[in-house]
């Protein structure tokens, strides 16, 4: 995923003179390409995050539209002031790549996990959230993030996961699309959480639980129309995400749905990451396992949902 994201930035550049990369100590071969071919419009800076938010707001008062790409919790954490004032105060059109979100760097222990960063960014004004489920779509998104207004907080997975997104028509921020139908429980999930979603899916089937997925690659702003649409006729509601449980997806749901005053809103129970800090470490697989986000532990947990 990560790779095709930066992939499409060249892919983009090669278009579009606007587009312009600022990199955060990447290491050597990214973009490499680009580097050799348009030197002007790339940037590799060093341990310097605070440093690349602002260059890049300069860039895009200047009419450029960068992508900035860094690790998640840098991004997050370290930058939040600069996020806030430079760019979604101004309302500029800057891409943050984040890598590495929800527990991708497991091996470096807590201080790389953003296990946070939607519940950070969400609040602010004018900001975007976006979390793929694998490269195809990614690539698909890329290609609308070009003229978006608004910054954009692209949430990276580690790379590698299933390709189950079958939309081939296209992709449109703000837009959730239902993966399965099901009359029973009505699943939310975004990112690659949506994967391992669908494979427990199979799995209740067996067991006569029919569920409606619904993957929400735009978790800022929501597709409220698809939510409320989903809800319908089903026992419950189920979010999934590879997030803490406050702030996020699940939260921007049930927020959408405590507004809601004229239909009957079913009861939400939402799968995620506890309020505490991580003390394991290991891979991003063994970690989801450790706190239920493995298709096994989600079958468990909608059945107990139902």
């Avoid at 959730?176 to 690659?192: N, P």
């Avoid at 702003?221 to 809800?231: F, Q, V, Y």
């Avoid at 239909?263 to 506890?274: A, F, H, M, S």
Wanted: proline share 7%.
């Amino acid at each position: 995923m990560r790779r095709t994201c930066l992939d499409m930035v060249y892919e983009l550049a090669k278009k579009d003179p606007r587009v312009v990369f600022v990199g955060s100590d990447l290491g050597p071969g990214v973009l490499e390409q680009m580097k050799t071919e348009m030197p002007e419009r790339f940037y590799m800076e060093g341990v310097s995050e605070q440093a690349i938010i602002g260059i890049a707001a300069g860039l895009a008062m200047e009419g450029f539209i960068p992508y900035v790409n860094t690790i998640a919790t840098f991004i997050t954490r370290r930058c939040f002031e600069q996020v806030a004032v430079d760019l979604c105060l101004h309302d500029l059109p800057v891409r943050l790549i984040a890598n590495g979100g929800g527990l991708v760097y497991a091996p470096l222990g807590p201080t790389h996990l953003a296990i946070e960063d939607v519940g950070i960014l969400r609040p602010l004004p004018n900001m975007t959230i976006l979390a793929p489920s694998d490269a195809s779509e990614m690539r698909r998104f890329m290609d609308t993030s070009l003229d978006y207004p608004h910054p954009i907080y692209i949430r990276l997975g580690k790379g590698g996961d299933p390709v189950i997104d079958k939309n081939a028509d296209g992709f449109e921020i703000g837009k959730g699309y239902v993966l399965r139908e099901g009359k029973d429980v009505a699943v939310f999930s975004t990112g690659v959480m949506t994967g391992r979603v669908l494979t427990a899916a199979k799995e209740l089937a067996v067991q006569g639980i029919d569920c409606r997925i619904v993957h929400l690659p735009t978790i800022k702003p929501l597709d409220n129309e698809c939510i409320l649409s989903a809800i319908k006729g089903v026992k419950t509601v189920v979010t999934v995400e590879e997030h803490t449980r406050i702030g996020g997806l699940g939260s921007a749901i049930v927020e959408l749905l405590s507004d809601q005053t004229n239909i009957e809103v079913p009861r939400v129970t939402r799968i995620g990451l506890p309020d505490a800090f991580p003390t394991q470490y290991g891979s991003q697989d063994s970690m989801m396992e450790t706190y239920g986000l493995q298709p096994p532990a989600l079958v468990d947990s909608i059945q107990n949902a139902l």
